[in-house]
């Protein structure tokens, strides 16, 4: 059972990047998918999410308007595409997986890491000029 969060790197003010968290050994189905991120110094905190009932979706106010997150099925795949990237995005990004049959993100929002099952790596993002 794995995680494996790609798609880190260093772009400038403004940029894009696209991470990608591919499962191995379990199938997303009937899990909730978080993305959370730490900066140097700060404590971690949730991002976005999607929940495992009709891919609901959820963001952090800070990301909102700015990050898409999505699924694939068929590639058992998480990516969150991140626009319009400023500095204070810059962190360790690491997706992590809850296995939770019917949860709806849009309702309920996001869960918090303490209950996250599985946890990828994390891939750095840094936003420089």
């Known amino acids: 059972v794995q995680l494996q969060a790609s798609g880190g790197g260093l772009v400038q003010p403004g940029g894009s990047l696209t991470l990608s968290c591919a499962a191995s050994?379990?199938?997303?189905?009937?899990?909730?998918i978080g993305w959370f991120r730490q900066a140097p110094g700060k404590e971690r905190e949730g991002v976005s999410c999607?929940?495992?009932?009709?891919?609901?979706?959820a963001y952090a106010q800070s990301v909102k308007g700015r990050f898409t997150i999505s699924k694939d099925n068929a590639k058992n795949t998480v990516s969150l595409q991140m626009n319009s990237l400023k500095p204070e995005d810059t962190a360790t990004y690491y997706c992590a997986a809850e296995y939770y049959t019917k949860y709806d993100v849009e309702k309920y929002g996001c869960r918090s890491e303490v209950h996250m099952d599985y946890w990828g790596k994390g891939t750095l993002v840094t936003v420089s000029s």
């Open positions: 050994g379990f199938n997303l189905d009937y899990h909730v």
């Open positions: 999607i929940g495992s009932v009709d891919g609901t979706i």
